[in-house]
């Protein structure tokens, strides 16, 4: 069931669970929540939910009409952004309601998700009452807010409401492990602490982190050489902002000190950047470098004070083989 990966709110997804089990869905609902607990992703769910034809349990995730709701493109489910200039308008939300007497395309229901209803300004929501009043049966109207409070009372006792709150972040790391079975598991425990338990932004955190990451860990290590410590000590206290983006430039630095050896080494398939990386070090000195990542990279498992950890991991990288700094 698509439900599980909604971290927490066990008390929401029992309730989503039997109403689709007995297929007693409202036919007007709103998910009130702060943002990134998770009020999108269920409301993808009772869209596929409801254009899903499968004889068992819906959604099944597996006909043509969750396939195609899973990619955003079924007919029959018109998803409106009110964080989007004029998206719930009084003339937008007039286009929905002659839209909705219109029987569905291809699926048996028709399904109108309005995101960030705290967008739609009170004559708007007037304009939504009418349809909101009397329905048409083959259509389901999700809405999401931050809170309730943000809808006018007339609104609020025609829909059902769903409250949903963020995960603790242990909760956060347990969903995260499942979409992100890749990533080292204290990543994902550190995206989840630094985001509150908010998977939503756990996940941009660890989407939008990758090529940074990389970024960062390749001008460390062309600085690592350098005669000056400056420009060296420059990267690493840029990389210190949070603990799971240091720990995911140490996790870069751990690949490319090690694709670089092997380049030293005469392996041919590493990536050009290591290969170019690697000449003009010395393999020796290159080993040397290797073990004082890895150190660095160990040291984060611990809780460092990161304010201090980017001087320290500074001098940590300039160490040469008999312990010294290069200088
Ligand atoms: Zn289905």
New binding site residues.
């Given amino acids: 069931m698509r439900l599980s990966e909604i971290a927490a709110n066990a008390e929401v997804k029992y309730e989503i669970a039997e109403a689709m089990r007995r297929r007693s869905l409202p036919h007007a609902i709103l998910i009130e929540g702060e943002k990134g607990c998770g009020k999108h992703t269920l409301a993808d769910i009772l869209a ?1 939910y409801a254009v ?3 004889e068992g349990e ?6 043509p ?2 396939v195609k709701a899973q990619k955003g493109i079924h007919p029959d489910i018109v998803t409106v952004d009110g964080s989007q200039s004029g998206a719930l308008n009084i003339e937008a939300i007039r286009n929905i309601r002659s839209g909705a007497y219109i029987k569905p395309n291809e699926a048996e229901n028709k399904v109108y998700l309005l995101l960030q209803c705290e967008k739609m300004l009170p004559p708007a929501q007037n304009a939504f009452l009418k349809v909101l009043e009397e329905p048409p049966a083959h259509v389901l109207f999700v809405l999401t807010a931050v809170s309730a409070t943000t809808l006018l009372q007339t609104i609020r006792s025609r829909v059902r409401t769903f409250s949903m709150y963020p995960p603790s972040p242990a909760e956060a790391a347990e969903v995260l492990e499942k979409m992100f079975p890749d990533k080292p598991q204290e990543i994902l425990i550190q995206a989840a602490q630094d985001s509150s338990g908010n998977i939503g932004a756990a996940i941009e955190c660890l989407n939008s982190g990758g090529e940074e990451e990389k970024k960062a860990a390749e001008a460390i290590f062309r600085a690592i050489p350098l005669a000056a410590e400056y420009p060296l000590l420059l990267q690493t206290n840029s990389i210190i902002q949070n603990r799971a983006f240091a720990l995911g430039v140490l996790e870069r630095l751990c690949e490319l000190a090690s694709d670089c050896v092997k380049a030293s080494c005469g392996v041919k398939r590493v990536s050009p950047v290591a290969a170019e990386l690697a000449g003009g070090i010395p393999l020796k000195r290159l080993i040397t470098i290797q073990r004082n990542i890895q150190q660095a990279r160990e040291v984060l498992n611990y809780n460092v004070n990161l304010n201090f950890y980017g001087t320290w991991l500074c001098a940590a990288l300039r160490r040469n083989e008999n312990g010294g700094n290069y200088g």
Avoid at 58 to 63: L, Y
């Fill in positions: 596929e899903c034809r499968a819906r959604p099944c995730g597996v006909c009409d969750c």
